[in-house]
């Protein structure tokens, strides 16, 4: 019995968090790094860059929440887009596949703070994104090749 707790341990530190994550839906991409070359959050969505503080990540349960906050219309509306990103084990050299929910929501506004209208104040259209995580060596990677 020790034999093989000692083997899986030893498979178990050879996974390590998956840093770098693609995914995809029809005609949208994502791609979210943990910590970019100067060592901040960066997502990129449709050719725009979100980095650092742009992002709201939130530990929760489901997973990570990657919230950014896409358009906002004065007096109208702001425009979200939400990642629930699970943790991925990977190998150091190695890929895993992934779908992911991604939630578009839409929050109502006006000037004076909520709509001053009856209305359903968020608004949500959820798509499953699919891809792959991985694990990139950067300047500010916890885990260097040895």
């Known amino acids: 019995m020790a034999l093989f707790a000692s083997a899986a341990a030893t498979v178990a530190t050879e996974l390590i968090p998956a840093n770098l994550f693609e995914l995809s839906s029809g005609n949208d991409g994502i791609a979210y790094t943990v910590r970019n070359f100067v060592g901040k959050r960066q997502i990129d969505f449709n050719g725009r860059t979100f980095v650092g503080d742009e992002i709201l990540s939130k530990e929760t349960a489901l997973g990570t929440l990657l919230t950014v906050e896409l358009k906002a219309i004065p007096d109208h509306s702001r425009h979200f887009l939400t ?10 050299n190695g890929t895993e596949r992934l779908n992911v929910p991604v939630l578009f929501h839409t929050a109502k506004s006006s000037f004076a703070g909520p709509p001053l209208h009856p209305c359903q104040v968020q608004v949500y259209d959820a798509k499953v994104f699919s891809g792959t995580a991985t694990y990139v060596i950067t300047s500010t990677s916890p885990f260097r090749a040895r």
């Open 83 to 92: 990642i629930v990103l699970p943790e991925v084990l990977v190998r150091k």
